[in-house]
């Protein structure tokens, strides 16, 4: 048994997420005099130095495409690990080009976690928003009444 399609689908998926919302979307964000999240983040730590995670965080869209297998849209919040100025840091910051930047059940999750790794670590969080508010269809009570997060 071969674990390939599954490792394939995986790799599929980051490659994805590295997309944003797609490319004329980014051209978009471009066009405004904006950098997208990850240009941001970039701009921001040092070199080579932010580690994301979650990167494949998201939802599968209409299953309904030629190969039977469904596309994926990645939230749109970007989560990692980083430096700036060679001290750790947590960094979150919305994606405007998937949905406005509008939140998710999966991207208010990763904006938690992101709030929960700053304060296990005991880091600073440095968060990016821009963000058009959240999607009422997807956020549901998912990421509400956290212990400890109700001053957030």
Not at 34 to 46: A, N, Q
Not at 100 to 107: E, K, R
Request: aromatic fraction near 6%; glycine fraction near 16%.
């Amino acid at each position: 048994m071969s674990w390939k399609p599954e490792v394939d689908e995986i790799e599929r998926r980051r490659a994805r997420a590295l997309e944003m919302g797609g490319s004329e979307a980014v051209a978009k964000q471009h066009e405004r005099g904006r950098m997208t999240v990850r240009e941001r983040i970039d701009g921001l730590v040092d070199r080579d130095s932010f580690r994301e995670r979650g990167r494949i965080a998201g939802q599968g869209l209409d299953p309904d495409t030629s190969d039977g297998v469904p596309d994926f849209e990645p939230t749109g919040v970007v989560v990692g690990t980083a430096r700036i100025d060679e001290r750790p840091v947590v960094v979150c910051g919305d994606d405007f080009t998937i949905r406005g930047g509008a939140y998710s059940q999966a991207g208010l999750k990763k904006g938690l976690y992101a709030e929960e790794l700053a304060v296990g670590r005991r880091i600073p969080l440095i968060r990016l928003l821009e963000a058009g508010g959240a999607s009422i269809r997807g956020t549901g009570a998912g990421a509400r009444g956290r212990s400890g997060y109700d001053w957030t």
